[in-house]
Nanobody, 123 residues
Framework: QVQLVESGGGLVQAGGSLRLSCAAL????????MGWYRQAPGKQRELVAV???????NYADSVKGRFTISEDNAKKTVYLQMNSLKSEDTAVYYC?????????????????WGKGTLVTVSS
């Protein structure tokens, strides 16, 4: 059983910073990529940032230059450092783990989602 456990959300003033963490727990052999998505009220879930095995990163245009995604492979943990926060960053942030394999001989992996952590930016 694989679980993604998020932490670090909260209330912050515009211009402030927050750091989100997501730990992948369970018997895991490999993870192809981990990332953060967000969903604001009345909107669809959207990609915020993703980091692939090997370190390649990708960001939504709206967060480039303000957010940084990083990982600790040994801890199977991904972080999202969010700076210069804006009111439009208010959303529930979800962690995702893509193509998770629990055994070395698995031909296909599974995707997992965390339960989400709320980030509220007050203007």
């Amino acid at each position: 059983q694989v679980q993604l456990v998020e932490s670090g959300g909260g209330l912050v003033q515009a211009g402030g910073s927050l750091r989100l963490s997501c730990a992948a727990l369970g018997s895991i052999f490999s993870i192809n990529a981990m990332g953060w998505y967000r969903q604001a009220p009345g909107k669809q879930r959207e990609l915020v940032a993703v980091i692939a095995r090997g370190g390649t990163t990708n960001y939504a245009d709206s967060v480039k230059g303000r957010f940084t995604i990083s990982e600790d492979n040994a801890k199977k943990t991904v972080y999202l450092q969010m700076n210069s926060l804006k009111s439009e960053d208010t959303a529930v942030y979800y962690c995702n783990a893509d193509d998770v394999r629990t055994r070395w001989y698995d031909s296909d992996g599974m995707d997992y989602w965390g339960k989400g952590t709320l980030v509220t930016v007050s203007s």
